[in-house]
């Protein structure tokens, strides 16, 4: 597990305003009769356009029946996460959660954000609202002293406490010069156990809430988690670098 100086914490913020560039453009495009793929090809001129590079686009972990075909996770309503750039014409209530990592001068950040096409419901935001709630409470964790197991607890009450379905399987981990690195950072845990946190640590912290029960579902496609029992879901993450400091949000944004 590596550990960054300040200086290549300071090399990754590039990286981490893209991303939050991207999320917060997309956010503002996305409506009502826009397709995924159209989504997902607005991100990928925001690569081109910055000389950046995909992390997704073509990465083949052994679950996927595919390589990953493009450079968001574009998940609606029932699906939670790895939701393929498909066809689906956005209509008007959609739960819309998009994940993008991308690198940028050798460093790499992830984030992701949910928010609701048109009409917003009451479900979907008591939902999206929670789930930052758990990142934000993770995220404050995320300092020397703390160990992983306080960050991991303080997402899962939030949830819990919310009565919403959380599953263990998912997480998040550690970035740098490659989107997944170790530790393994988990959605439920104990306080005062795991590693403890040290400056220089940087992970991805990424709660993914179902309004329903605990359990998911993969689509043929190896890639599409959804929901068990047809409930929306809502993720959110950011990369943050634990520092002296206490906890730095390279994807923060404005
Ligand atoms: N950003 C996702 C994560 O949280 C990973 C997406 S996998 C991909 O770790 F294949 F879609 F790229
Ligand atoms: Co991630």
């Known amino acids: 597990?590596?550990?960054?100086?300040?200086?290549?914490?300071?090399?990754m913020r590039p990286a981490g305003k893209f991303v939050a560039g991207v999320l917060s453009s997309?956010?503002?495009?996305?409506?009502?009769g826009?397709?995924?793929?159209?989504?997902?090809?607005?991100?990928?001129?925001?690569?081109?356009?910055?000389?950046?590079?995909?992390v997704y686009l073509g990465y083949h972990p052994s679950f996927g029946a595919m390589p990953y075909p493009g450079v968001l996770c574009t998940s609606v309503n029932d699906a939670a996460l790895h939701g393929l750039p498909s066809d689906h014409v956005l209509a008007d209530g959609d739960v819309l959660s998009i994940d993008f990592a991308a690198q940028v001068q050798g460093w790499v950040a992830d984030s992701a954000l949910t928010f609701q096409i048109g009409t917003q419901t009451d479900e979907a935001t008591r939902l999206i609202d929670t789930t930052e709630?758990?990142?934000a409470a993770g995220i404050a964790q995320a300092r020397p002293g703390k160990r992983m197991g306080d960050v991991s607890?303080?997402?899962?009450?939030?949830?819990?406490?919310a009565g919403y379905g959380i599953n263990g399987d998912f997480g998040g981990h550690g970035v740098g010069?490659?989107?997944h690195e170790d530790p393994h950072v988990a959605n439920l845990g104990r306080a005062?156990?795991?590693m403890k946190l040290q400056a220089g640590l940087v992970i991805a912290i990424e709660p993914w809430f179902m309004a329903g029960g605990d359990g998911y579902t993969i689509d043929p496609d190896g890639w599409t988690i959804r929901t068990a029992d047809g409930s929306i879901a809502a993720h959110a993450e950011h990369t943050v670098a634990i520092t002296k400091d206490g906890p730095v949000v390279l994807t923060a944004r404005d």
Do not use: N, Q, Y
């Open 34 to 54: 826009m397709t995924l793929k159209d989504l997902d090809a607005h991100a990928h001129r925001m690569i081109d356009d910055a000389g950046a590079h995909s």
């Open 153 to 161: 607890h303080a997402i899962g009450r939030i949830g819990r406490a």
């Open 192 to 194: 005062h156990t795991g």
């Open 26 to 32: 997309l956010r503002d495009v996305a409506r009502e």
């Open 177 to 179: 010069r490659t989107m």
């Open 133 to 135: 709630k758990a990142l």
């Open 1 to 11: 597990m590596a550990l960054k100086t300040p200086a290549e914490i300071t090399a």
